[in-house]
């Protein structure tokens, strides 16, 4: 069964990788935000990307979901006592990624292409592709201004009180090329359980139109984020954040909605799609291979 999969960072990652244990690798694409990334200490960051290919790859590190296994600190380290910011904590390898993925886009390339030649370097065998190859930029309107976004999440630790969003470039940047394709041979969509306001929405607003069955897994779980400022962000723009918060959200789109257990209750509420009501939480990859199979059973029975 082919499918696309939407994704951010972490926990797009996780059921992305649940997806990847299961299916041939030529039946999964995932589809990743390029919204978070910005240029840092001068070169092109992008960390959904990476926490998608790293998970994919094997090189994640376990513990925090994001940046390398066995990582080590020495190039921050020197940065931040020549003075350098510090607050953006990059690893060694890490490093290694941007400054070579920098390297190559100003060759020329785009995004896409580099993002394949890493892939096939790293032995990732299933598609990953950005969703824009031209810039989109995601800014965060908050009670003490507009923020880019990686000053407000990491910088800032999510503090400022959210109220909206604003998506630079979103207007012109089309899909990748392959992207349309990939969604047009696929049996689904699937919404990993990301954060639907900055990690979501801008892929849905790049691709526009979606001529397929969509299925969302939900990132909250009992009115809580697993990790992340998803719950906040609702809470901040008068919305009780909840699992069927998430499901209006996109409820426009869906033709399923995935809850956890925890969220039992809130399920019979929701009239605008199938539902499937199951455990949603990823600590193993066990339990990533288990919802994906969860999900594709959904899938066909749509
Ligand atoms: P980010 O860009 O790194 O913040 O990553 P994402 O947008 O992909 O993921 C953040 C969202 O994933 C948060 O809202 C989390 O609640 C959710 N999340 C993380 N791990 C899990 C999990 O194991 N299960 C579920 N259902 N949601 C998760």
Redesign the pocket.
């Known amino acids: 069964m082919k499918i696309v999969a939407l994704?951010?960072?972490?926990?797009?990652?996780?059921?992305a990788h649940g997806f990847a244990q299961i299916l041939p690798p030529e039946d999964l694409t995932v589809i990743v935000?390029t919204g978070?990334d910005f240029e840092h200490l001068g070169l092109t960051i992008c960390?959904?990307l990476d926490?998608v290919c790293y998970t994919l790859a094997g090189l994640a590190n376990s513990d925090t979901?994001?940046g390398r296994e066995n990582e080590t600190w020495n190039t921050i380290s020197n940065i931040e006592k020549l003075g350098g910011p510090n607050w953006f904590r990059l690893g060694d390898q890490d490093f290694a990624t941007h400054i070579e993925r920098t390297r190559r886009l100003k060759e020329g390339k785009s995004l896409s292409q580099v993002t394949r030649e890493f892939c096939a370097a790293w032995g990732i065998k299933q598609t990953v592709l950005p969703m824009s190859d031209s810039s989109v930029r995601t800014m965060v309107s908050t009670d003490k201004g507009e923020l880019a976004f990686q000053e407000y999440?990491v910088h800032r630790h999510c503090e400022p009180d959210v109220k909206g969003f604003r998506f630079e470039g979103i207007e012109v940047a089309q899909p990748v090329p392959g992207a349309r394709d990939a969604i047009k041979s696929a049996q689904a969509l699937v919404i990993?359980?990301?954060?639907?306001w900055?990690?979501?929405d801008p892929i849905l607003r790049v691709l526009k139109k979606i001529d397929k069955p969509v299925v969302a897994?939900?990132?909250?779980?009992g009115g809580?984020?697993?990790?992340?400022?998803?719950?906040k962000m609702y809470a901040e723009m008068g919305i009780e954040p909840s699992a069927l918060a998430v499901a209006e959200h996109y409820h426009n789109l869906l033709a399923g909605f995935v809850f956890?257990n925890q969220d039992r209750q809130l399920s019979d509420n929701f009239k605008k799609g199938k539902i499937l009501v199951t455990d949603?939480?990823?600590?193993s990859p066990a339990?990533?291979a288990r919802?994906a199979m969860d999900v594709l059973q959904f899938v066909g029975s749509l």
């Open positions: 994704a951010g960072g972490v926990g797009g990652a996780k059921l935000n978070d960390p959904d926490t979901g994001w999440f990993c359980p990301s954060n639907p900055v990690s979501i897994v939900s990132p909250i779980i809580k984020t697993v990790k992340g400022p998803a719950a956890d949603t939480l990823m600590h339990d990533r919802l």
